[in-house]
């Protein structure tokens, strides 16, 4: 026997009452796997005559055993039951239990109800900008920019040069862990490093050695450094800066874009991509403006776990991004000061926000009962096997159909609410 009741929120408590034969045969599973591991002098491990086993086996380690051996089925029969949607790990807690009965019960926190506004024949509207002769001018130097060359100069260290040091830092005339490198290429201006340091390096020369006297932010990940004085001592290598090609025909060729072989046609190019882009950005942001009346015409209660959840979610794929770029996460919080705490914060409105978005699209397509056949599914297994170059029968093996399907759901409930906004 079960029953399902919300004590608050999303969080609810299944209670489960274990009796007759089954209650029996639990303890007796749970009588015979404990009996395997009793050593009693004179006889093989397990294999004692039962009423001395009996004597060395408590009733109560017996009925938590057997508890435990069917608690999982249990608690997964009363998800069925209650078509219930779990978002984090079930807690276990044994009220009572005796030999003709246990009562137990599964602390739950599920998927919250959404109750939905308007979703449909909302106004949407995109705004597309006509492009200026001044971001043309902006994406030629963008260019000219990756195509410069470094070269070594002669003169002092500017604003825009990039300077190869090696570096060392001391606090109270000790060094201090992580504050040391050789060989660096610094960008002057590019703010990567503690404010102040860059700037001391203006006017250096290659050859020079510079002591650079620099306070590290209060805010700092390193509790020893926090708000604390430094002097870095640096050796200056090398000063390179940028040589811009010229703006010319020559210039047009080498950047290999088809049908170029001009500056004007360069600039049209240019032009032609803008406009595109500037296309793409007014319906993205005409979509993001009419999911945002969506959501926030929504109602609904995020449990935090699903939050938490969804912040490690957005932690991992960071550190992930920063892993594939040569980072690792310490060394970024190094770099940048700022702790995993503050880390976490900055990304848990943006986990609030996805966690809502998708529970307001999954409440959509139930409202609107949208369906996902096995054909859209097969489909979608082999655009992902295509995409990333894989077998179609691996990619199943990495995800599950149910999970597909649910995605398709969203995306099906997503253009919904674009297909019949009014334009």
């Given at each position: 026997m079960s029953t399902w009741n919300i004590i608050e929120k999303s969080k609810g408590e299944l209670k489960v009452t274990i009796e007759g034969q089954e209650w029996k045969d639990a303890q007796k599973k749970a009588f015979d796997k404990l009996a395997q591991n009793v050593e009693i002098p004179g006889f093989r491990k397990g294999h004692a005559p039962k009423n001395m086993i009996?004597?060395?086996?408590?009733?109560?380690?017996?009925?938590?055993?057997?508890?435990?051996?069917?608690?999982?089925?249990?608690?997964?029969?009363?998800?069925?039951e209650f078509d219930l949607w779990p978002v984090a790990r079930p807690e276990l807690a044994i009220?009572?239990?005796?030999?003709?009965?246990?009562?137990?019960?599964?602390?739950?926190?599920?998927?919250?109800?959404?109750?939905?506004?308007?979703?449909?024949?909302?106004?949407?509207?995109?705004?597309?900008?006509?492009?200026?002769?001044?971001?043309?001018?902006n994406e030629?130097?963008?260019?000219?920019?990756?195509?410069?060359?470094?070269?070594?100069?002669?003169?002092?260290?500017e604003n825009g040069d990039t300077a190869v040091i090696d570096f060392e830092g001391f606090k109270d005339g000790v060094a201090f862990e992580g504050g040391k490198a050789e060989g660096h290429h610094l960008v002057i201006g590019s703010g990567s490093f503690i404010p102040?340091?860059?700037?001391?390096?203006?006017?250096?020369?290659?050859?020079?050695?510079?002591?650079?006297?620099?306070?590290?932010p209060e805010n700092y990940q390193a509790e020893e450094l926090k708000g604390a004085p430094v002097t870095f001592k640096v050796k200056v290598h090398e000063v390179k800066s940028k040589q811009l090609p010229e703006l010319n025909d020559?210039?047009?060729?080498?950047?290999?874009?088809?049908?170029?072989?001009?500056?004007?046609?360069?600039?049209?190019?240019?032009?032609?991509?803008?406009?595109?882009?500037?296309?793409?950005?007014?319906?993205?942001?005409?979509?993001?403006?009419l999911i945002t009346k969506v959501v926030d015409g929504a109602t609904v209660d995020i449990p935090q776990e699903m939050i938490e959840?969804?912040?490690?979610?957005?932690?991992?794929?960071?550190?992930?991004?920063?892993?594939?770029?040569?980072?690792?996460?310490?060394?970024f919080m190094q770099m940048t000061g700022q702790t995993m705490e503050q880390i976490?914060?900055?990304?848990?409105?943006?986990?609030?926000?996805?966690?809502?978005?998708?529970?307001?699209?999954?409440?959509?397509?139930?409202?609107?009962?949208?369906?996902?056949?096995?054909?859209?599914v097969e489909t979608e297994f082999n655009g992902i096997a295509e995409q990333y170059k894989m077998e179609v029968s691996k990619v199943k093996e990495l995800i599950p159909s149910s999970s597909l399907a649910e995605d398709i759901r969203i995306r099906k409930a997503y253009d919904l609410i674009k297909d019949t906004a009014t334009k």
């Open positions: 009996e004597k060395n086996i408590s009733s109560n380690n017996v009925m938590v055993e057997a508890i435990e051996s069917i608690a999982n089925q249990l608690l997964q029969d009363g998800i069925k009220d009572d239990m005796n030999e003709e009965k246990a009562d137990i019960r599964f602390i739950i926190v599920v998927k919250p109800e959404v109750t939905l506004g308007q979703y449909k024949e909302l106004p949407y509207s995109e705004e597309v900008s006509e492009v200026s002769d001044e971001e043309v001018n030629l130097t963008r260019l000219q920019e990756n195509y410069a060359d470094m070269i070594t100069k002669e003169g002092a260290v102040g340091f860059e700037e001391q390096l203006i006017g250096a020369v290659a050859g020079d050695d510079k002591d650079v006297n620099v306070t590290f020559e210039f047009a060729k080498d950047v290999n874009a088809p049908n170029v072989e001009t500056l004007e046609d360069l600039k049209n190019l240019i032009k032609k991509d803008l406009g595109e882009n500037k296309k793409t950005q007014a319906e993205n942001n005409a979509m993001n403006d959840d969804e912040t490690n979610q957005l932690v991992n794929d960071f550190a992930n991004r920063l892993q594939q770029q040569g980072f690792g996460l310490d060394q976490r914060e900055q990304m848990g409105k943006d986990a609030e926000n996805k966690v809502k978005l998708r529970l307001v699209l999954e409440a959509i397509a139930k409202a609107e009962k949208i369906e996902v056949n096995d054909d859209e």
